[in-house]
């Protein structure tokens, strides 16, 4: 997360209590000489709420509600796209010699593809014909490729030793292999009259990059690549220390599918490692043996079918990474096309064809903090504040969090050597917890009242030598950080700032 509760909000009252004050050295034109008034005055009054303190997270992280309002981090993988135009080529180009007036060519696609039915959305039929002896009148039909139910038919005069060259564009047409073959059949009858005649160079056929819109068939049994892919998750990365558990963590797989045809996603690797090293396998026989995907049938053509599956601590191990500091979610997976192998079951696919498939880390908003340290540095100069001698802040605050809240302001030097600090004692709780019911659910704010005093000699010295301030942040969930609690969207914490400053006012 790029915006982190409470150092901002410190860090915000800390320099907004100074801006506030300004120099007067006269009234109405009356020198006050050397005056050292105390001036007291409200600084600030805010609120900020739960889902205030979770935006601008990083572009594979988001925040959602559940319908009570519970708040939800999700981290999805970049995902992963099978597109139909690029599946497998249906239609293979051909270039071959006729040797005969008769030429059968097999049909055969990888995978045990049987196509019964192909759309022809672009590409072209090219005719090469020679006759080095007799002129002829060259007829050539593909029986199997139609257009209104009419055979695919070419009629070209074939001179003596020029050959002829005939490419002819083919969309619209309809392909239906017989038997799993095309046939190609010539009749070349001589221009001088008398019977057909075989030609005496073979007439070459070409297929040339025929594409398809729409095919239907048995579309094979076939593993398809889908590249091992992961999840990063930064939730741990900015932490010092500490713990933090959620209760419920789901892991959700996502696939919108709109083939027509019976289809498997079935994970080889599904793990997660840890910022100590450490790696947990998860899963459960359902992801391992092939998790089903819905698909359309032959009267749901364009239409998109979305499966969900949740892998949770009902029907996985994945309560073995609670408490652990999660770095990465690591998945490999196979996709299958017709996974039962019934070479009975007809199906459909589109060149607009896709599967999306898309996997995500769910953490509810619902576990314990223990310890919970965040470190944050910031540029600080306070040589702009010369005319200020001491402060005195009073924060109130009421807080409707189920966490206790410790904070510290560290003050630096340009090489980073410490020189002071905002509070003497970090381990007293500056924002005590709500009061929650027993099911981790706040049911009453809690006030609290705190005032830290920076004297005139500790304050000098950081105006001559602060350039930095460090800003630590503990967190500990209610009762010690021994009791889970739930976050909501509506949660909020309201914050009121006093400032006593004492002022040089010079003539």
């Known amino acids: 997360m790029n915006q982190r509760f409470?150092?901002?909000i410190l860090l915000l009252l800390f320099a907004a209590s100074f801006m506030t004050c300004k120099k007067v050295s006269t009234i109405d034109g009356v020198s006050l000489g050397n005056w050292e008034p105390d001036l007291a005055f409200p600084v600030l009054r805010t609120s900020i709420t739960a889902s205030d303190l979770l935006e601008n997270l990083d572009e594979n992280s988001v925040v959602l509600e559940d319908t009570d309002g519970l708040l939800i981090f999700i981290y999805t993988s970049d995902g992963y796209r099978i597109d139909g135009a690029e599946l497998s080529e249906l239609i293979p180009d051909v270039d071959i010699?006729?040797?005969?007036?008769?030429?059968?060519?097999?049909?055969n696609l990888p995978n045990n593809i049987r196509i019964d039915y192909i759309l022809v959305k672009e590409g072209n039929i090219g005719l090469l014909a020679s006759s080095v002896n007799t002129p002829v009148d060259l007829n050539f039909i593909i029986p199997q490729l139609t257009l209104n139910n009419v055979p695919y038919e070419r009629n070209l005069p074939v001179a003596g030793n020029f050959p002829t060259v005939d490419i002819q564009p083919v969309p619209g047409y309809i392909l239906r292999p017989e038997n799993d073959t095309l046939q190609f059949i010539y009749t070349a009858v001589p221009q001088a009259g008398g019977d057909p005649i075989v030609l005496d160079v073979p007439l070459r056929v070409s297929l040339d990059s025929l594409k398809y819109s729409y095919a239907e068939g048995y579309l094979g049994n076939n593993n398809l690549a889908v590249p091992r892919d992961s999840i990063e998750v930064d939730l741990f990365n900015f932490l010092d220390g500490g713990e933090l558990y959620f209760e419920e963590p789901k892991i959700r797989v996502r696939?919108?599918?709109?083939?027509?045809f019976p289809l498997s996603v079935k994970f080889n690797v599904l793990r997660v490692l840890t910022a100590n090293g450490d790696v947990i396998s998860l899963g459960n026989d359902d992801l391992t043996q092939g998790l089903y995907i819905n698909y359309s049938s032959?009267?749901?053509?364009?239409?998109?079918?979305?499966t969900s599956y949740t892998l949770d601590r009902f029907n996985s191990n994945i309560e073995d990474i609670i408490g652990q500091p999660v770095t990465l979610v690591d998945y490999d997976?196979?996709?299958i096309t017709n996974p039962d192998e019934d070479s009975t079951a007809i199906g459909f696919m589109t060149d607009t064809s896709v599967i999306d498939l898309d996997l995500e880390l769910e953490l509810p908003m619902y576990g314990q903090a223990r310890q919970f340290k965040i470190l944050d540095t910031f540029a600080f100069d306070f040589s702009a504040y010369e005319d200020i001698t001491y402060a005195d802040f009073k924060l109130y605050s009421e807080n409707g969090f189920p966490v206790d809240v410790n904070m510290q302001l560290y003050f630096l030097d340009e090489n980073d050597v410490l020189l002071d600090s905002l509070s003497s004692n970090f381990e007293e709780s500056v924002l005590l917890s709500a009061d929650i019911d027993g099911d981790g659910n706040v049911i009453a704010p809690k006030t609290n009242s705190r005032i830290y005093p920076v004297n005139e000699e500790r304050f000098t010295r950081l105006k001559y030598e602060g350039k930095q301030i460090v800003l630590k942040t503990e967190f500990s969930t209610a009762?010690?950080?021994t009791q889970s609690v739930r976050f909501y969207s509506e949660y909020d914490l309201k914050i009121r700032l006093g400032v006593i400053a004492g002022l040089n006012l010079v003539d």
């Open 333 to 335: 997976i196979e996709a």
């Open 255 to 260: 696939v919108q599918n709109s083939f027509g």
């Open 97 to 107: 010699p006729m040797t005969d007036s008769i030429f059968n060519l097999p049909y």
């Open 479 to 481: 009762n010690g950080g």
């Open 6 to 8: 409470p150092q901002w």
């Open 298 to 306: 032959l009267n749901e053509v364009g239409q998109t079918k979305e």
